[in-house]
């Protein structure tokens, strides 16, 4: 088998057809399953898709995902038509089918002493609009150990190709909080006695400042803001406080994903600290 790819069964025009349809959004609610391109991120969810589509150059490459996702049950078909499935210039070769993954958040605002740190660590996106920003947000929120990311209404799709194909995979190492507005979000964080922090480039508060203070320590959720013209006053007024990162060069401002790497990387190591 790991060295035979051939010896899969092809996909067929109707197998190709129907996962070419969960490019659309609409099909990807209706369906409850959303498409996953690249080696990286299907290693992550091999045992769990629905199905997998991969050019016999691909199976050859990646034999052991091959070989693991049957092992599985998982269906692994052949097709060299693999250009169908994705909207990225260069295909790469692999593309899985996996249900959708979000959760509720009650759950996400309990202690889990499973993290190795007993403060929750919480990402809310405030109206990300840009699929690969958004992609960045969840990479790294699973890089600096957060225990989830809640996308509030407004956000693009978490399952849209271009957000998944930007998390190479993180996508499925942390919870997923979808359809909650910020107001219900802070509200929930601060009866759970999580405290609300709104990243802004002209927040009152620096990061160095609240982690001098002992802020950072405790259990954080921070609020990130559209990429173009950040947190409106209405989301921002609902945050505890709105921080700033202290820039010293000439740089106008962040991008929305330096600035979530710093802010998170910063409270991490603060709880991790503590």
Same mark, same amino acid.
């Given at each position: 088998?790991?060295?035979?790819?051939?010896?899969?069964?092809?996909?067929?025009?109707?197998?190709?057809?129907?996962?070419?349809?969960?490019?659309?959004?609409k099909?990807r609610?209706?369906t409850?399953?959303?498409?996953?391109e690249?080696?990286?991120?299907?290693?992550?969810?091999?045992?769990?898709c629905?199905?997998?589509f991969?050019?016999?150059?691909?199976?050859?490459?990646?034999?052991?995902? +091959?070989?693991? *996702?049957?092992? @599985? !049950?998982?269906?692994? /078909?052949?097709?060299?038509?693999?250009?169908?499935?994705?909207? $990225?210039?260069?295909?790469?070769?692999?593309?899985?089918?996996?249900?959708?993954?979000d959760?509720?958040?009650?759950?996400?605002?309990?202690?889990?002493?499973?993290?190795?740190h007993?403060?929750?660590?919480?990402?809310?996106?405030?109206?990300?609009?840009?699929?690969?920003n958004?992609?960045?947000?969840?990479?790294?929120?699973?890089?600096?150990?957060?225990?989830?990311?809640?996308l509030?209404?407004?956000?693009v799709?978490?399952?849209?190709?271009?957000?998944?194909?930007?998390?190479?995979?993180?996508?499925?190492?942390?919870?997923?909080?979808?359809?909650?507005?910020?107001?219900e979000?802070?509200?929930a964080?601060?009866?759970?006695?999580?405290? +609300?922090?709104? *990243?802004?480039? @002209? !927040?009152?508060?620096? /990061?160095?400042?609240?982690?001098?203070?002992?802020?950072?320590? $405790?259990?954080?959720?921070?609020?990130?803001?559209?990429?173009a013209w950040g947190?409106p006053?209405?989301?921002r007024?609902?945050?505890?406080?709105?921080?700033?990162?202290?820039?010293?060069?000439?740089?106008?401002?962040?991008?929305?994903?330096?600035?979530a790497?710093?802010?998170?990387?910063?409270?991490?190591s603060?709880?991790?600290?503590?």
């Open positions: 088998m790991t060295n035979e790819p051939t010896a899969l069964p092809t996909a067929s025009v109707a197998q190709l057809r129907s996962a070419r349809r969960l490019l659309q959004r099909q609610e209706r409850g399953t959303f498409l996953v690249g080696p990286q991120a299907v290693r992550e969810c091999a045992t769990t629905d199905r997998i991969v050019t016999a150059a691909a199976a050859e490459r990646h034999a052991d995902l +091959v070989t693991t *996702a049957v092992s @599985s !049950g998982v269906e692994v /078909l052949l097709t060299e038509d693999i250009d169908q499935l994705t909207d $990225a210039i260069t295909p790469q070769g692999i593309v899985g089918v996996h249900r959708t993954i959760l509720a958040l009650d759950p996400l605002l309990q202690p889990d002493p499973a993290n190795g007993e403060a929750r660590l919480l990402v809310m996106a405030a109206q990300i609009r840009d699929p690969g958004l992609g960045t947000l969840i990479r790294c929120a699973d890089a600096f150990g957060a225990d989830g990311v809640i509030t209404t407004g956000s799709d978490p399952y849209n190709p271009k957000t998944v194909r930007a998390t190479v995979g993180s996508l499925f190492h942390l919870p997923i909080v979808t359809g909650i507005t910020v107001a979000a802070t509200q964080c601060r009866d759970a006695g999580i405290g +609300v922090l709104a *990243a802004d480039g @002209s !927040g009152e508060r620096n /990061l160095d400042e609240l982690r001098d203070a002992g802020r950072l320590g $405790a259990p954080v959720a921070w609020l990130f803001g559209n990429e947190l006053e209405s989301d007024a609902l945050a505890d406080e709105a921080v700033r990162v202290p820039m010293w060069g000439r740089a106008e401002s962040l991008n929305l994903g330096s600035a790497a710093v802010c998170l990387y910063a409270t991490a603060a709880q991790h600290a503590g």
